[in-house]
């Protein structure tokens, strides 16, 4: 029992660290250094600690510092506890919806078995959307609670556009559901360990559904209509300064950490190396001599391979990011319903009859 | 017993809120407050706010609500009968389509009243 509380709490420790200690201050200097690479400009590079500026990677903490000693500010009219209770919601449910994503597999190691998630729950990929979609919440009373013209059209724009990309994303999971036959993603990633079942084998178009879903549901351009700064200023976080703005900047960024996340576990065999079983690798590396040995290295392999792979997508997110112009508000729609959806109830049908008539394999 | 594997969650979830509070509490305590009238006024590009945002907005809102409600249901429905698919074979599948082309009709419908423009 002890032992086993001491596992989740290294595992929660873990998971936080990534998200808030690694990935959240690393994206926001990505996204400045990215955006200047791509553009041709220098970019981020002055702070400096006794001279070294490591291509800007202080800005980070400089920002942070400077953001954390600005004025709280809550305008005339606004409903204060909503108002401050909003960032909270926003980022609370990013943090939380990691809880089910497996980022190792199960190794044995001396004599205790680990199974690297926080929790594996049999409901997990749906623990995972009706948890991210509490954000919504957080955006709408920001919107509301902050008596502002441009608060209020954002967060009204934005609880619109997570709806309707709400229902489209939970549609192009189906398929997947039905392939694997689970909603555990430990055993969605489980039955990934031979490299011809990873999803994105036979299910890459939801993989383009669903990661333009995601992206949506993120707000993130070139479906940040909510936060359009040419049309409304900064949407519904106008009225936050300091650290309450830090929460939704924060809650994006690990939103951003997490859709990558579960597209690797769904799609790019979560921890596996392609072509390489778990077993294979730890009798590859002395399991039958070193049994805990092997295995502890089997499990750094695990998790480096999926960090890496997680990398990958929150570069190609970056990449979009900087690369295509916001979208107008009627398209975003119109995407959404007239052919993100109608196209996940299609693939439902055809993964179906390829499930049915035995093209698709079963694994 | 079953719910053992939402302990986690519940920690998880403790640890998150402790976070979120800690930062509300370091914007509350660490920053300076200067108060003036015309500061607090709610951001209007430097003109006074003439209207209140709490008045009417466009009905579109409401329609979208409602879709998403009818079409959620419909996922939500489908998520059962993804995992047992393999299953329930050719019987299971065809019942699930017959039910997802009436909601294709609705869908079809409502595009062709004109709730999905925006114009």
């Known amino acids: 029992m002890t032992l086993a509380l001491v596992e989740t709490a290294a595992k929660i420790a873990f998971v936080f660290g990534l998200n808030i200690g690694v990935f959240a201050p690393l994206l926001g200097w990505v996204e400045r250094k990215q955006s200047a690479v791509m553009q041709d400009r220098i970019g981020a590079d002055r702070a400096d600690v006794f001279g070294f500026t490591i291509i800007g990677l202080f800005h980070t903490m400089s920002d942070t ?31 939380v919806a990691f809880t089910v994503i497996p980022f190792g597999g199960h190794y044995t190691l001396w004599g205790h078995n680990v199974n690297l998630v926080v929790a594996d729950l049999d409901v997990g990929a749906l623990f995972v959307f009706a948890i991210s979609s509490l954000a919504a919440y957080g955006v709408v009373l ?13 967060g009204l724009r934005a609880a619109a556009q997570m709806f309707s990309y709400e229902v489209a994303m939970g549609l192009t999971i189906i398929g997947l559901v039905m392939f694997y036959q689970s909603l555990s993603l430990v055993t969605i990633v489980e039955k990934q360990n031979e490299f011809w ?46 650290m309450k703005f830090i929460m939704f900047w924060m809650a994006e960024f690990v939103e951003v950490v997490t859709i990558s996340a579960l597209c690797v576990v769904l799609f790019f ?47 190609i997110q970056m990449t979009i990011r900087w690369t295509l112009p916001r979208f107008r508000y009627d ?33 | 017993m ?76 489908l998520f059962p009968w993804a995992v047992n698919f393999q299953a329930l074979g050719l019987f299971g599948f ?24 925006w114009e």
Not at chain 1, 70 to 81: L, V
Not at chain 2, 96 to 112: D, E, R, T
């Open chain 2, 2 to 77: 079953i719910l053992n594997q939402y302990i986690p969650v519940i920690l998880m979830m403790l640890v998150a809120a402790g976070v979120a509070v800690a930062v509300l509490g370091l914007a509350e305590f660490l920053g300076p407050k200067v108060v003036f009238r015309e500061k607090m006024e709610p951001f209007e590009c430097g003109e006074n706010p003439i209207v209140s945002p709490k008045q009417r907005f466009s009905v579109r809102f409401y329609l979208i609500a409602l879709m998403f409600i009818i079409f959620d249901i419909e996922a939500v429905f």
């Open chain 1, 65 to 95: 510092i400077k953001l954390i000693f600005k004025e709280d500010f809550i305008p005339r009219g606004a409903d204060r506890i909503m108002h401050t209770a909003a960032p909270a919601l926003a980022l609370i449910p990013a943090l």
């Open chain 1, 197 to 242: 079942h990873w999803g994105i084998i036979w299910h890459w178009p939801a993989f383009i559904l669903y990661f333009t879903c995601a992206i949506a549901e993120n707000k993130r351009i070139p479906f940040d209509v909510p936060e359009a700064e040419s049309e409304l200023v900064a949407g519904y976080f106008t009225e936050y300064s300091g």
């Open chain 2, 94 to 117: 065809v019942e699930m389509m017959i039910f997802v082309f009436i909601l294709a009709l609705g869908l079809a419908y409502v595009w062709k009243k004109g709730a999905l423009e």
């Open chain 1, 331 to 363: 398209q975003v729609m119109a995407l959404g319903w007239k052919l993100v959806l109608p196209a996940s109830l299609i693939w439902i049908f055809i993964v179906g009859v390829g499930i049915l008539s035995g093209i698709m394999p079963r694994p």
């Open chain 1, 142 to 154: 920001a919107g509301w609670s902050s008596n502002n013209n441009w608060s209020f059209l954002g």
């Open chain 1, 269 to 315: 065999g979560g921890h596996h190396l392609p072509f390489v079983t778990d077993a294979e690798l730890i009798s590859g590396l002395g399991g039958a001599l070193y049994p805990n040995f092997a295995n502890l290295a089997a499990m750094g392999i695990g998790i480096l391979t999926f960090i890496v792979k997680v990398i990958i997508l929150i570069f």
